[in-house]
């Protein structure tokens, strides 16, 4: 059984690499298996789709490609609009693969790969109803998915560029999605006096400005800041630079770090603000607490 499985995994695996498609097809509970397995494939980088076996023999036999693999599910083996499809799946497809519960079926016989989902008797009462069998089949279409994206290598990256809707999709954000540029990043230079540092912070509401040199994170203020600069100074504090209170050492984050790990990181540090800086220290944007929970990411 594990030479058969690795066997399937590098036919899928070279279909991929020649730009062919995994068409999976099942009839009955076995079709239902099959479009989930199907669904499985394509979310986790193997292009994928789900052929009707009796519609195929009404037309739908054109989404069959030459270089497709097939993936075929059939707990008898027998099933007689799979087994019309034979002829066309030899002539056009790559490979054949199939799910069964009887190695010595018909269908079993004439696959490249045949995998067993045999079940020594089905979950329901008069063990007759696809439950068991069908269980079977997903865990063994799932696995095969899952085999096949880790041999090429797919990644959260991959993975989040697929699922960029729902709940998924928002955990799955980047910070750079989120983050405020341009004009909207508030600026200053180390030499800018508090009242224009004040004014900046005021104007662009996010209760912070960077300052930078030169297009590079020189250091930060905060609203904070500014508060213990009051205490300490008085209104003398606004006799000093922007250079001469700020923070040197600020929180920051890269722009394709995950947005939920920024949010997390904020709130762990009690920041409401993140710099968005590249590896040289180049201010990118800046991403701030209110604009990820609006996402609800968690």
Partial sequence: MAADFERAV?????CGESRGRVVVTGMGKSGIIAQKIAATLSSTGSPALFLHPAEAAHGDLGMLARGDVVIALSASGETEEI??????????????????????????????????????????????????????????????AIAVSLRRGFRTEDFAE?????????????VHQKMRTGDAVPKVQPETAMKDVIYEMSRKKLGVTTVEREGRLAGIISDGDLRRLLDLDGPECLKKTAGEVMNREPKTIAADELAVRALHFMEEKKITSLVVVDAERRIEGIVHLHDLWETELI
């Fill in 10 to 14: 590098e036919r899928v695996l070279a």
């Fill in 83 to 144: 087994l019309r499809l034979m002829p066309v799946i030899r002539r056009v497809g790559e490979a054949l693969i199939s799910f069964v519960c009887s190695m010595q079926s018909t269908l079993a016989q004439a696959s490249d790969v045949a995998l067993d989902c045999s079940v020594e008797q089905e979950a329901c009462g008069i063990g007759l109803a696809p439950t068991a069998s069908t269980t079977a089949m997903l865990a063994l279409g799932d696995a095969l």
């Fill in 162 to 174: 697929l699922h960029p809707g729902g709940k998924l999709g928002k955990r799955l954000l980047r």
